[in-house]
């Protein structure tokens, strides 16, 4: 296995081989600075970067509610939050609500739509890491409370809420058991288990 040659106290992914640094040292912290605000330059850029993801047959089905610390969207997409997530999320800069159209103007499903937002965001997570923010995906919330407080149509449904912003220190998480997350070693499946068929 190789290490990433990557800064002192970085958490870059132990890989087989050399990968881009901005997906080695892409990581999902739960600490954030809460007092610092989100730098908007670098906010759009990463909604560009999930707009310019592919898509079936560029129907681009992907939707999102961006929501400020201190703004109202805020306060509903972060009452939304179960568990743990409402425990650490809100020290966030932004939470962002990554929602699908399930279906076309005409009423034909959309297939692919979640694979695509899931793209979307894949595409957001490592341009924000490239410009020094850090984002944290979260599946632990209320889907049917975040469509009525937004008042979605019947055919966009929330899928996935990340927090974005920049990185605090471990000790600034308010609980033992999420400070032990954040230092715990970072693992995966080698590839030889998720490939199946490497003809």
Known sequence: MTIIDTPAGSRAAETS?????????????RSFQKATPIDES???????????????????????IVARRGSRAFE???KSLMGFNAVWAGSAAVLVVGAVELSDAEGTPRRWAEYDLGQALAHLSVQAHHDGLHVHQMGGFDVDAVKAAFDLPENVVPVTVSAIGLLDTPDALPDDTLRAREVAPRTRLPLDEIVLVNE
Not at 17 to 29: D, F, G, K, N, Y
Not at 42 to 64: D, G, I, K, Y
């Open 17 to 29: 081989t050399p990968i881009h640094p901005a997906l080695a040292e892409r990581w999902s912290p």
């Open 42 to 64: 670098l906010l759009t850029a990463a909604l560009e970067a999930a707009r310019w993801a592919p898509s079936a047959a560029n129907s681009q089905p992907a939707r999102f």
């Open 76 to 78: 509903l997409v972060e």
